[in-house]
């Protein structure tokens, strides 16, 4: 075939080649041949802003401000808590929901876990469970148990 371009056909075989296709790859004479895996490196996508990613997935976060609680709901706290205080030693499982404070955002979030309720510690304003784990008592918007 002839090494003319075919505009119909642009893949057209040419024989230009043919003598050095099948020779191996030749040793560079000055410096040793780059790993394979060094050589894979050079053509790794590049990250010109690192972080800037986790940055904007950062930014997107959302998270809850914080409910300040009515004098009722004030009152109704208290009063499950000082039934929980007299019940201490039967261990109750109740439910809190809490606010828990995010470390990078003015906020944060609620959650509701179930607990086995250790102490009411009035002192230091904290439920104590019988996991270890404790609430800070002002982080309470409610306790439920069965």
Known sequence: MSN?????NIFVKTNRYDDIIDLPAPNPKHHKRMERAMRAAQF???????GFEEAVIE?????????????????ILSLKLNYLK???????????TYFIKDEYKDGGIYV?????????????RKLLFTDGSNIAI?????I???
Request: glycine share 0%.
């Open 4 to 8: 003319k371009f075919d505009k119909d």
């Open 44 to 50: 790794a996508p590049f990250q010109a802003l690192t």
């Open 59 to 75: 930014t997107a976060r959302t998270v809850d401000k914080k409910i300040v609680l009515s004098e009722d709901a004030i009152d």
């Open 86 to 96: 007299s019940k201490e030693r039967h261990l109750i499982e109740i439910f809190v």
């Open 112 to 124: 509701k876990d179930k607990f086995t309720l250790k102490k009411v510690d009035e002192y230091e």
């Open 138 to 142: 002002d982080d309470i918007v409610e």
């Open 144 to 146: 439920e148990w069965n």
